[in-house]
């Protein structure tokens, strides 16, 4: 949903790039719930997904979104 959208735009605006799994961890939204989120920021091209490693995905805000 939005609330959670908004929560990792802000994230990712204080922290910088994080993986997935550790945004998946947060206490306050399901990791479903953030996979949903992230699902619908990568489309709307507001945030980037870069595979770093196997299985792991670095999230960040798109160049120019911020």
């Given amino acids: 949903g939005m609330a959670c959208e908004r929560r990792l735009l802000?994230?990712?605006r204080q922290r910088g790039p994080q993986t997935l799994d550790t945004l998946c961890e947060l206490p306050?939204?399901?990791g479903?719930?953030?996979l949903l989120a992230v699902d619908h920021l990568s489309?709307?091209?507001d945030i980037s997904l870069e595979l770093v490693?196997?299985?792991e995905y670095q999230v960040s805000l798109t160049e120019g979104r911020a």
């Fill in 10 to 12: 802000e994230i990712l």
């Fill in 28 to 30: 306050e939204f399901t």
């Fill in 32 to 34: 479903a719930q953030v």
């Fill in 43 to 45: 489309r709307s091209r």
């Fill in 53 to 55: 490693g196997p299985r």
